[in-house]
């Protein structure tokens, strides 16, 4: 069946330092992929997307390229911010299957 | 309100009792789902639903039980609640698209926390 393996946090790092999530999928054919970001307190919403191969999504600063060849939609920013501190959750969904797979998720805390 | 919204936001119940958490979404989306979210488990997939009058089994839906009589609307009952139900639970919707490019992201309620003493 799908899944979605995304790094081990806690990650913490100070503000303006560059940041990688890793996030590589097992899924059939050729499922669009998510990061969700999910901030204290509140429900998961969609940060960026893409749909199929080099796709790259991106949103707030946030980039994500859609790598099939090495199954994976590594989630990065160049330089975080302390309002960046959440729990980011990659994710996949396949065409006209309506559930999606999310991976365990990432707390991601920045430091000023 | 448009968008997507849960309630109660946060319940305390005794081991036993019945409980329904509610969610009502304004899209006219056709998929729905419940979702719990605890330490260490990330989110686990209770049930969803198709459309209005189907639903089906997610990963975890022992002690669970749902409905979908309108497409607005998909309850969760707990019928006997047990402390190992001791979550929170979102809701989530997503869009019924049959395009080639359809991506079947989903929106998200804010949750309800549920507290079983």
């Known amino acids: 069946g799908d899944s979605v393996t995304q790094m081990e946090g806690p990650v913490t790092l100070s503000e303006e330092a560059f940041l990688t999530i890793n996030c590589t999928y097992t899924a059939t054919g050729y499922p669009s992929l998510f990061w969700y970001v999910q901030y204290p307190g509140e429900g998961l919403q969609l940060l960026l997307k893409a749909t199929k191969a080099d796709d790259k999504g991106s949103n707030k600063g946030f980039e994500a390229t859609y790598r099939k060849e090495t199954t994976s939609f590594h989630l990065e920013k160049g330089s975080v911010q302390v309002s960046d501190s959440a729990v980011y959750f990659c994710a996949l969904s396949r065409t006209n299957a309506g559930k999606s797979t999310f991976g365990d998720g990432t707390t991601l805390t920045v430091k000023p | 309100d448009a968008g997507i919204t849960q309630s109660p936001r946060y319940k305390i119940t005794e081991t036993g009792r019945q409980v329904t958490l509610m969610c009502h979404q304004t899209?006219?989306?056709?998929?729905m789902f419940w979702y719990r979210q605890d330490l260490g488990h990330g989110l686990r997939l209770i049930y969803y639903s198709a459309a209005a009058d189907i639903t089906d089994k997610g990963e975890v839906p022992d002690g669970y039980v749902v409905s979908r009589s309108k497409t607005e609307n998909f309850p969760l009952t707990l019928e006997s609640a047990t402390r190992s139900q001791t979550s929170v639970y979102f809701c989530?919707?997503?869009?019924?698209?049959?395009?080639?490019?359809?991506?079947?992201?989903?929106?998200f309620g804010p949750g309800t926390r549920l507290t079983v003493t």
């Open positions: 989530a919707s997503s869009l019924r698209d049959r395009s080639p490019l359809s991506s079947y992201e989903q929106y």
């Open positions: 899209w006219s989306h056709s998929y």
